[in-house]
Antibody, heavy 115, light 107 residues
Framework: EVQLLESGGGLVQPGGSLRLSCAAS????????MNWVRQAPGRGLEWVST????????YYADSVKGRFTISRDNSKNTLYLQMNSLRAEDTAIYYC????????WGQGALVTVSS | DIQMTQSPSSLSASVGDRVTITCRAS??????LAWFQQKPGKAPKSLIY???SLQSGVPSKFSGSGSGTDFTLTISNLQPEDFATYYC?????????FGQGTRLEIK
């Protein structure tokens, strides 16, 4: 059974940093592109970032470019999102999703940016 | 960037009805389109990929069609569990973008 489990969310002050993790199981992690998608409270879905199978290709939404870094450790079956210079508008539930087109999603991790 | 426009934004229907949601891309995306269902407090669930291919385990009451710029999601024989918000997403090129969502409510 495919499982994606996000962790690392929490409350952080504006300007602060946070690292999200997504632990994958039930499939060959290194065979799939992986994504981060977020959803601000009461809002729609927003694509954040994608990483290729080897990590050699990374892509970002303009809203997070230069502040967020996506990475993966295929030996640990884990996807990461390093978030720096956080802003109030980054407050959202962050989901990891398998493959472009997102066939499986995690349950989400809540990130709250507030003083 | 490619913009995705869904219509309608909200829709009221009755149990047993058949409904259609439309998604329009601002430029040709071939068939690189996915549809998702999201219920309150839950993660999105994949329904359709490649515009018309049903994800494993998704009932055949859901169907997708279209290519190029115009796409539709049709849900037949609506049941209480189908009332949710539906999103389209293109994956033709980066940045990937979602439609704004269509909220399907019980009439």
């Amino acid at each position: 059974e495919v499982q994606l489990l996000e962790s690392g969310g929490g409350l952080v002050q504006p300007g602060g940093s946070l690292r999200l993790s997504c632990a994958a199981s039930g499939f060959t992690f290194s065979d799939y592109d992986m994504n981060w998608v977020r959803q601000a409270p009461g809002r729609g879905l927003e694509w954040v970032s994608t990483i290729s199978t080897t990590g050699g290709g990374t892509y970002y939404a303009d809203s997070v470019k230069g502040r967020f870094t996506i990475s993966r450790d295929n030996s640990k079956n884990t996807l990461y999102l390093q978030m720096n210079s956080l802003r109030a508008e980054d407050t959202a539930i962050y989901y990891c999703a398998r493959r472009t087109g997102g066939d499986y999603w995690g349950q989400g991790a809540l990130v709250t940016v507030s003083s | 960037d490619i913009q995705m426009t869904q219509s309608p934004s909200s829709l009221s229907a009755s149990v047993g009805d058949r409904v259609t949601i439309t998604c329009r891309a601002s430029q040709d995306i071939s068939n690189y389109l996915a549809w998702f269902q999201q219920k309150p407090g839950k993660a999105p669930k994949s329904l359709i990929y490649a515009a018309s291919s049903l994800q494993s385990g998704v009932p055949s009451k859901f169907s997708g069609s279209g290519s190029g710029t115009d796409f539709t999601l049709t849900i037949s024989n609506l049941q209480p569990e189908d009332f949710a918000t539906y999103y389209c997403q293109h994956y033709n090129s980066y940045p990937l973008t979602f439609g704004q969502g269509t909220r399907l409510e019980i009439k």
